[in-house]
């Protein structure tokens, strides 16, 4: 089916299972019956627990490191993605200052109009650290794939992985809004990508992925994408939020495997820029607001005309700017220590995972940890029980991941202590104990 055709999207997550066609979602004959009730109801089990549980949609009241409080309730903070640690860094933290007395809080241009110099010079740093031809800076990656992808599809194709992040499937529904077709491939399914390659010919054909993905915490083999997209004139968009600043190229003085430098999945695997544009951003591991894209100068300068944020939207703020820049200089002086140390804890939870024979999707040791239930219907009592004994994670409830993945997500960061590792451990270790977590004999 071709997605023009189709009713609007729904708002859940697309299934996560042998779909090559979107979900229809929403009846037009009844749209104008309680609508709201309609869309809520497409995600009920998250609005349930938006709505009643206290690890969802808290107000956090303070911050000391990762310990948080709730009310009179302090947590280990296991949910935030600041991988490195930097939000917490004294430089990082220093610098703002010098940049906020120069620039103003928010110069409020768009960056059509004109950009502070700082822009320029974490373009031409983020040039240097990906090895890529040029990179142009947007606010988000939400921002990037709703305006870029509609502008790389046209009227062509896009070939989506059935479990790309849920920002990933909205551009592409965006571009299906003016005219593209979408076409869905199994999840990090190479073999079936190719079959649709094959019978859907007409260009231009943009194939759209995760990197590292933001649930299970693995990486798909992006060599085998790349050449698809290569053998097959298409454009392999790739993103990889939760890759940058985490896994990086391979060397032979590197601290741990997740590599140096943190310059993402395509140094990580050493796959070439041909016929990719890779986009992530500085919100996780450089705890800044800003995102980019890794791509062809000709790209860049045509993007500037035509991805709406370019033109219209408000700008990073400056403190922002400042924290990038910050972090782009501690990651050169002692991110490989950092990335050390974040692969020691994770590898400390895992090796614990796997001694109290827990169950997790992560076969790459990075420090995304997913902790499916046997009966996704004890969400709730679980997530509480984790509250309870102190520890914050994220929430996997449907439809963030499919039906026989809901369960927890532990993110460690550099910022998190030794005890606070330890705390997490003795609580999974009461988590074993009490409730059913998904065997691992079960496919994923
Ligand atoms: C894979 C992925 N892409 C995009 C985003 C959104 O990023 P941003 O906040 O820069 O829009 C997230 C955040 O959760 C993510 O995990």
Redesign the pocket.
């Known amino acids: 089916m071709a997605l023009r055709d189709a009713p609007p999207a729904d708002v859940s997550l697309p299934p996560a299972d042998e779909l090559t066609e979107l979900p229809s979602g929403w009846d037009r004959r009844r749209a104008s019956d309680g609508w709201l009730d309609r869309w809520v109801a497409a995600v009920s089990d998250l609005t349930r627990l938006t709505n009643t549980h206290p690890m969802m949609d808290a107000v956090i009241d303070e911050q000391v490191g990762r310990r948080i409080r709730i009310g009179d309730h302090w947590l280990s903070d296991f949910a935030s993605?600041n991988y490195l640690g930097l939000d917490f860094d004294p430089d990082v933290i220093a610098a703002v200052p010098e940049y906020i007395a120069k620039w103003g809080t928010h110069p409020s241009w768009s960056r059509l109009l004109g950009s502070p110099k700082p822009y320029i010079d974490i373009e031409e740093q983020m040039t240097e650290l990906l090895g890529c031809e040029d990179v142009l800076l947007l606010?988000?990656?939400?921002?990037?794939?709703t305006s870029v992808i509609p502008v790389l599809a046209g009227e062509g194709t896009i070939f989506l992985d059935s479990r790309a992040?849920?920002?990933?499937y909205d551009g592409a529904m965006l571009a299906a809004g003016r005219g593209a077709n979408v076409v869905r491939f199994r999840h990090d399914d190479h073999e079936h990508l190719e079959q649709l390659l094959r019978e859907h010919t007409g260009s231009p054909r943009i194939i759209a992925m995760?990197?590292?993905?933001?649930m299970t915490g693995n990486a798909p083999d992006v060599a085998k994408f790349q050449h698809l997209a290569a053998e097959y004139d298409a454009l392999l968009y790739i993103?990889?939020?939760?890759g940058f600043g985490v896994i990086g190229e391979r060397s032979d003085d590197e601290t741990s495997d997740y590599g140096s430098r943190g310059n993402s999945i395509m140094r990580h695997l050493d796959v070439s820029y041909d016929n990719v544009v890779l986009?992530?951003?500085f919100?996780?591991a450089y705890s800044s607001?800003?995102?980019f894209l890794a791509l062809p100068t000709r790209l860049k300068e045509a993007l500037k005309v035509l991805a709406p944020p370019y033109l219209f939207s408000g700008p990073s703020p400056v403190a922002s700017l400042a924290t990038t820049l910050a972090g782009l200089e501690v990651n050169r002086t002692r991110g490989d220590l950092y990335r050390r140390d974040l692969w020691e804890k994770t590898h400390r939870v895992l090796g614990a995972l796997d001694e109290l024979d827990i169950w997790t999707p992560n076969v790459s040791g990075y420090p995304i940890i997913e902790i499916p239930l046997a009966d996704h219907d004890e969400i709730d009592d679980v997530g509480r029980f984790l509250f309870e004994h102190g520890i914050y994670v994220t929430m996997a409830a449907y439809p963030l991941v499919p039906k026989h993945e809901v369960g927890f997500r532990v993110q460690v960061t550099a910022a998190n202590t030794d005890d606070e590792i330890t705390h997490l451990i003795d609580v999974l270790t009461s988590v074993r104990e009490r409730f059913r977590l998904r065997a691992r004999d079960l496919t994923v």
């Open positions: 993605c606010a988000t990656i939400t921002h990037i794939h992040h849920k920002t990933i995760d990197g590292v993905n933001s993103d990889d939020a939760h986009v992530a951003g919100s996780k607001l800003l995102a």
